[in-house]
């Protein structure tokens, strides 16, 4: 008998996978009108050039502004901003705006034509460069061309310091803040 | 002036990425010796198939056993065995048996060749449906073609009971372990 605990085979499903960054990613339509979609499939894919994917499911009005702009932009909330975060995942663009509907301010790009949301502290301009089409949802990889963050947030060397941004993700599906710190850092190095 | 915080910009980078879900991956080479890899770049990528996605350097040994295999293992580890995860990641698989360094202990895949990791609450098992190579890594997607869980992590349904698993994310490059649950749930549904 070996020496762990008895496993159980559960359905196969990403609703045992546990740590979902909440994003609010930004895009906008031919006519410069923008829109926001709340994303928590998210995730940094390669550091050089930095890439970050979000998934986004081919009937949804905001996977056609991406696909057609090839520019997003990815914006991380602070958790007093939840309530309005979680209500841009829950009404659609095509029929509201939801930059008004949701009190968020647009705050032109730098370098892409979408804007970022002025509230989020932390906001990063994606060029589309990869997607993957893997059935309820494509994987749009985005290349990091612009980053900006709140005054209030960065520390000296250019960093963002998390205590300041007070940001919130979903943890196997409820969300949360994250608990202290354990006082140790990630792995020292590339892993093989 | 707008009545906003004063943005600055920054370096773009994926270092302003926040919330990293730690995993470590399985892979074994055509003699099916096995292999574990620390990845904190990792998301679920869509529901259906349900998939998940991992990003591994073109240079490391584990990233060649995947791309040959086309199968790996995705571990979730408790935080009183991130001192051993952690090792997994600082440490090559070219000249060291990094089960046995760590401590873990191999466990069948119940579909794939790859073995996963008895002492991980959840393990899942990903054959390799995609890749995106996108320059310092490679974004691996695979299919979650079984899942399994301790029994005692599992609760009535199914599901897995993150309490019960007591795992740890990196935040910021920064270890930390979900802190109180903020009394609400992810969005009500797919947003536009």
């Known amino acids: 008998m070996a020496d762990h605990p008895k496993k159980v085979e559960l359905t196969p499903g990403i609703g045992h996978f ?13 006519q410069g009108k923008p829109n926001i979609i709340t994303i928590a499939a998210s995730a940094a894919c390669s550091a050089t050039p930095p890439t970050i994917g979000v998934a986004v499911a081919p009937a949804r009005y905001s996977h056609g502004l991406i696909a057609a702009s090839e520019e997003f932009g990815v914006n991380i909330p602070r958790k007093a901003d939840l309530e309005r975060a979680d209500l841009c995942g829950s009404i659609s663009g095509r029929e509201e705006d939801k930059f008004a509907r949701a009190g968020f301010t647009p705050l032109a790009g730098l370098v892409i034509s979408v804007p970022v949301i002025a509230e989020c502290p932390v906001n990063l301009e994606c060029r589309l460069v990869h997607t993957a089409h893997l059935g309820s949802h494509d994987w749009f990889i985005g290349e990091v061309v612009s980053a900006r963050a709140d005054e209030s947030v960065v520390v000296g060397d250019g960093r963002v310091d998390p205590v300041e941004v007070d940001g919130v993700f979903s943890w196997w599906g409820q969300y949360c803040s994250p608990g202290t710190p354990l006082d140790r850092w990630g792995f020292s190095q590339d892993s093989e």
């Open 18 to 30: 546990y740590s979902w960054p909440l994003v609010l990613v930004t895009c906008a339509d031919g």
